[in-house]
């Protein structure tokens, strides 16, 4: 974890060596996480600090990630962000973007000296002078942004390690830019690693231990498959913040949550990650989803991140899982014999963060299943959607096929044996997904989802954030704005 600390900086010279013109540039990609155990609640408001430790897989950068580049220059006269190619001119004074101006002021406030330049016009530029600074930062994200998947995560957890590097800053113990990234985003502290990531609570006043730690490492169960299913790329009207504030003033169950529930569904999930055991990780993932859904339900007044399109899916992968009857109605048997059937039955697992779209965690496998399930219960529009344009996709992706649109899928960065590059990969997935699904039983309903299914990225357990080197720069390194527009 925060291997990068020990990273030299990327440094470039302005156009003139002067002492006093200076540059330095950093640009990451980061990825998004998905909480298998969710944090819902914070400890201490200012410090960022949770209720309960969390557990989160880490995504594919190749199919999910957030670009940001980072630009230190003498001569700026104030702190800007671009998001997504549009300035953000509140940048200053929104609440919005308060936590990221936290990141940036805990940074800043731990500048080292350094050395800018090269050859005769090196030269050391002190750390107070490196503090009065200004940045611009430019980022990038590939899938919707502020839609529950995580983009806060991938975001702060790319502009800590920029930021790390043009302040030149490093870990003063293990850990510790994760405790920088949870002042951006709490999600972020788990987005500074790869693979199984827990973000342990702590107990410190002072939050130095609430840090995000690897659990195993992206290698461990290369055969987890995850499908993101889009169905609104929509902005959520209740920030996370708002529903765990709201949350702790009036739930119980949130409290139960934290205190009981989290902890030993935690223990149970390390255990069965250690020991790649799919059913018992996919209830305990599913039990966590619903819980926290559930603490939001006993919210007042009640926070809704859910939608009918969600609950679709809920019943969609208990029908996969035969644990409802093919309808999607009522449970087949009693819950006890349900249970021990769904104990050898269990291919998927459904997990919504605060927003409607699904993560579905299933196996290569199984993948081909899922996808099918999943156009089987939503219908091509008629008509192309409108939700159609959501996320650029790094990678390319394919289109159902067919005068009707369908869902595009995307992502596929892992999935070699499916085609050398992405469209290809996607488009036999797509292919082998339609003909799997012309043979499933009808699903009753389906009509009212039509066209709600617009994109769905497959995608994979991932690894750690990438410094990329200078020509990837996505910002100018003397106006330090965005170098093109950005696709969204
Ligand atoms: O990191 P935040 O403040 O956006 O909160 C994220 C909360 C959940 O996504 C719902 C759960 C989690 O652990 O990621």
């Not at 929104?94 to 805990?106: G, N, T, Y």
């Not at 406030?109 to 530029?125: D, I, N």
């Not at 039955?345 to 927003?355: E, N």
Request: net charge positive; with cysteine; proline share 4%.
């Amino acid at each position: 974890l925060c291997r990068f600390a020990a990273r030299t900086c990327l440094v470039t010279m302005g156009a003139s060596s002067s002492s006093h013109d200076y540059s330095l540039v950093s640009t990451f990609t980061a990825p998004t996480n998905i909480a298998l155990i969710k944090y819902w609640g914070k400890r201490d408001l200012e410090k960022n600090t949770p209720i309960n430790s969390s557990i989160s897989l880490t995504l594919n950068q190749g199919d999910l990630c957030t670009t940001t580049t980072v630009v230190l220059r003498h001569d700026f006269a104030a702190d800007k962000l671009w998001l997504n190619g549009k300035e953000k001119v509140d940048f200053l004074t929104s609440r919005q973007f308060k936590r990221h101006r936290a990141l940036l002021a805990l940074v800043r406030a731990r500048a080292t000296s350094r050395y800018v330049g090269q050859g005769e016009g090196r030269h050391l530029v002190p750390a107070e002078e490196l503090r009065k600074c200004r940045v611009h930062i430019v980022s990038v994200n590939n899938f919707p942004t502020g839609a529950g998947m995580a983009s806060s995560a991938a975001g702060l957890a790319a502009l800590t390690l920029a930021l790390a590097d043009v302040y030149g800053v490093h870990d003063a113990f293990p850990g510790e830019l994760t405790t920088f990234a949870r002042q951006g985003s709490g999600s972020a502290t788990r987005s500074l690693a790869g693979g199984l990531v827990e973000w342990k609570m702590g107990a410190a006043l002072d939050g130095h231990d609430s840090i995000g730690v690897q659990a195993f490492s992206e290698a461990h169960w290369p055969e987890l498959c995850l499908v993101v299913a889009v169905v609104s790329d929509k902005e959520k009207k209740v920030s996370s913040a708002e529903g765990m504030t709201r949350g702790l003033g009036t739930s119980d169950l949130l409290r139960h949550r934290a205190s009981v529930s989290v902890p030993r569904r935690l223990e149970a999930l390390r255990a069965a990650y250690a020991a790649k055991d799919f059913p018992t990780l996919a209830r305990l993932t599913m039990e966590d989803s619903n819980s926290f859904h559930a603490t939001c339900q006993d919210t007042y007044p009640p926070v809704a991140y859910m939608d009918d399109a969600s609950r679709w899916i809920v019943d969609m992968v208990h029908k996969l899982n035969g644990e409802l009857d093919g309808e999607g109605g009522s449970a087949s048997a009693s819950a006890k014999a349900s249970a021990s059937k769904a104990a050898s039955g269990i291919i998927a697992a459904y997990t919504f963060d605060a927003g409607p779209n699904a993560h579905i965690i299933t196996t290569r496998k199984h993948l081909k299943l899922v996808l099918a399930a999943l156009l089987a219960h939503f219908p091509a529009a008629k008509q192309a959607p409108a939700a159609a344009s959501v996320g650029g996709g790094g990678s390319g992706g394919a289109a159902a096929a067919g005068s009707a649109p369908g869902p595009l899928i995307v992502g596929c960065a892992a999935l070699e044996e499916l085609g050398e590059d992405a469209s290809t990969r996607a488009a036999t997935l797509l292919a082998g997904a339609q003909e799997l699904c012309a043979t499933l039983p009808p699903v009753q309903g389906r009509e009212r989802y039509e066209g709600r299914l617009a994109k769905v990225f497959v995608t994979s357990v991932g690894g750690s954030p990438i410094k990329l080197p200078a020509t990837a720069a996505i910002a100018s390194a003397t106006s330090g704005e965005p170098l093109a527009l950005v696709p969204m």
